[in-house]
């Protein structure tokens, strides 16, 4: 940015637009000039031919392009190489550079490159504002930082040419509703309310039945019962969300304890409740013969169309005389394919000093990529941002360490999340006593469960792991909905 004001205060505008080599006239040695034009085209060059043959073949695969040009997509030899790609990208600069005339080309090329970045911009200005969770770019700016600099290339297209900024607006608005290839239906209301029940309605339609990992989101139904017993659980859920998803704090009430009426004037007084404490949730009441046959009716009916909740947070089973029916109701809602977060608090320690989380590691797959996201999620929140996550993950001898704690590393780089990896070796010692050891000062511990119906008996399987945590910090236990691929949330950028 320095250097067009250098330019600007030692010539005119018409030399500078007259004189494409101006810098060589005002350099005191003019061949450094062209040994930096001819080391910047180069390295264009070489960016290119490496770069566009990979994006040809990327938009071919993902059938961007026509069903014609399927033909880019494919790869030869044991590294994928694009070299139908590469050929057609040759064509092309051949026949740029056989017109003669690069001078007119260069303006043409400027819009592409510029059109390229304001539309990145405007991705990643989108991506940060809206904070999904699959969005974690290596480099962080603020998203008004990115739509400053979408604004920037605008401004700058419209200096270079106005014209051509207009033709390249209709090609990139051409190309996008080529993609999109549906009609866009928009209904105003003569007020506000109508206007957002109709984008709802327009929005529940478009996002459709399929799960997807690029924009998953946490909706979380919260079995908290009274909210003001189990605050705690609420405040797990309402920092998990952090304004990226829904949140539903829910109670079950005694059949018959309640009229329909009633039930709405307890759910107006919990909403209120909750806003006092400046959390953003629905609320829902429901009556059943019990607790659990409740927590079942809400997962079987709550939600509209494709927007239910896709995870499930409830307190530990502290009665023992009820286990049976509280692990019968997390097999049901685990086959309902909900994702379960269960929180068994330390009463006297609670959240501690928000600090350190401690994710123990049993691969990216299922419950340990699930973990790991809700660690992500959990420390974006204002009262955790000065946490630390500790990745923790068992071995048995030194020779296991070492290749462990590579792939560790190289796990926590691709996943771009900040976390310090630490591999334990077993040396004799059993995985309860090296839990305790390591864990005792944690703030928050992450600890997978397996599946309903893995073995025998899940209720003794719980109480077993139950007794592995007792006079450990609040702990939370996590079994991942089947046949959800958690870990593309973590690896997609």
């Known amino acids: 940015m320095i250097l067009p004001i250098l330019l600007a205060m030692r010539a005119d505008a018409s030399t500078l637009i007259a004189e494409p080599l101006i810098m060589q006239q005002m350099s005191r040695w003019g061949p450094a000039i062209l040994l930096g034009v001819w080391g910047a085209t180069l390295s264009s060059a070489l960016g290119s031919i490496l770069g566009a043959p990979r994006v040809l073949q990327a938009l071919a695969r993902d059938g961007v392009l026509p069903h014609w040009l399927s033909f880019l997509g494919t790869g030869s030899g044991k590294n994928d190489e694009p070299r139908m790609g590469t050929v057609v990208t040759l064509g092309i600069a051949t026949a740029a550079v056989c017109l003669g005339e690069l001078d007119v080309i260069a303006p043409v090329l400027s819009m592409f490159f510029l059109t390229t970045y304001l539309v990145l911009n405007i991705s990643a200005g989108i991506e940060a504002f809206l904070q999904s969770p699959s969005f974690r770019p290596a480099f962080r700016v603020h998203w008004s930082f990115s739509l400053l600099g979408a604004l920037g290339c605008l401004a700058v297209m419209f200096l270079i040419d106005a014209r051509a900024t207009v033709v390249a607006a209709l090609i990139v608005l051409g ?5 999109q290839q549906r009609e866009l239906r928009t209904t105003w209301g003569d007020a506000r309310r109508g206007i957002w029940m ?105 939600g509209l169309g494709p927007l239910v909740p896709n995870t499930v947070l409830l307190g530990d089973s502290e009665q023992a005389g009820h286990r049976d029916r509280y692990c019968q109701m997390i097999a049901q809602i685990h086959q309902a394919k909900r994702s379960i977060v269960i929180l068994r608090e330390n009463h006297e320690k ?144």
């Open 175 to 179: 190309i996008y509703f080529w993609l």
């Open 198 to 302: 109709a984008l709802l309605r327009t929005g529940i339609f478009q996002v459709g039945h399929t799960d997807d990992t690029k924009n998953w989101r946490p909706h979380i139904l919260v079995l908290s019962g009274t909210p003001t017993k189990r605050w705690s659980l609420i405040e797990l859920a309402d920092a998990l969300i952090h304004n990226r998803g829904l949140m539903t704090v829910s109670s079950v009430l005694p059949s018959g304890s309640r009229d329909v009426a009633q039930q709405s004037e307890m759910e107006a007084t919990i909403r209120d409740y909750l806003e006092r404490h400046s959390v953003k949730a629905l609320v829902r009441i429901v009556t059943a013969p019990d607790p659990f046959a409740g927590g079942q009716k809400l997962v079987e009916t709550y």
């Open 350 to 493: 609670g959240f501690g000093k928000r600090q350190r989380i401690d994710v123990w590691w049993g691969g990216l797959q299922a419950n340990g990529g699930l973990m790991l996201l809700l660690a992500y999620l959990l420390r974006s929140d204002i009262n955790w941002h000065k946490a630390e996550i500790y990745l923790k993950l068992v071995v048995p001898d030194e020779t296991a360490a070492q290749a462990a704690q590579a792939n560790l590393k190289n796990l926590v780089k691709q996943v771009r999340i900040k976390a310090v990896s630490q591999v334990l070796v077993a040396q004799g010692r059993q995985f309860p006593q090296i839990l305790h050891e390591t864990s005792k000062n944690a703030d928050i511990i992450f600890l997978g469960m397996r599946k309903p119906g893995d073995g025998n008996d899940f209720t003794q399987y719980y109480e077993n792991l139950q007794s592995l945590v007792t006079g450990l910090p609040t702990t939370i236990f996590v079994l991942a909905t089947p046949e959800f691929a958690f870990e593309e949330v973590l690896t997609e950028s």
